[in-house]
Nanobody, 124 residues
Framework: DVQLVESGGGSVQAGGSLRLSCAAS????????MGWFRQAPGKEREGVAT???????RYADSVKGRFTLSKDNAKNTLYLQMNSLKPEDSAMYYC???????????????????WGQGTQVTVS
């Protein structure tokens, strides 16, 4: 059973930072690729960043240079460090995971992924 539990969302002023966390089950963390999507009201869910089992990362153009993925193997946790936040980054952020070595393109990962419950990020 895949378990993904997000935390770390909140409200912040433009230019500020937040760090999101996604705690995963041990099996998924060790054997699957993981990532983050976001969905703003009235918009489709969009890919933000992914990390493959070999540590390779992919970022959406809109967040490159501002967002960074990292992992804590002792805690089975994926982090998304978000810096220089903009109002357009406001959305519900979802952790996603798939039992595959490589996430691939956001669209394919979206179709295969298991999801967390989401955590809200609001930038004003």
């Amino acid at each position: 059973d895949v378990q993904l539990v997000e935390s770390g969302g909140g409200s912040v002023q433009a230019g500020g930072s937040l760090r999101l966390s996604c705690a995963a089950s041990r099996y998924m963390y060790d054997n699957g690729c993981m990532g983050w999507f976001r969905q703003a009201p009235g918009k489709e869910r969009e890919g933000v960043a992914t990390i493959d089992t070999d540590g390779s990362t992919r970022y959406a153009d809109s967040v490159k240079g501002r967002f960074t993925l990292s992992k804590d193997n002792a805690k089975n946790t994926l982090y998304l460090q978000m810096n220089s936040l903009k109002p357009e980054d406001s959305a519900m952020y979802y952790c996603a995971a798939d039992l595959a070595r490589y996430c691939g393109a956001f669209s394919g990962f979206f179709a295969r992924a298991s999801w967390g419950q989401g955590t809200q990020v609001t930038v004003s």
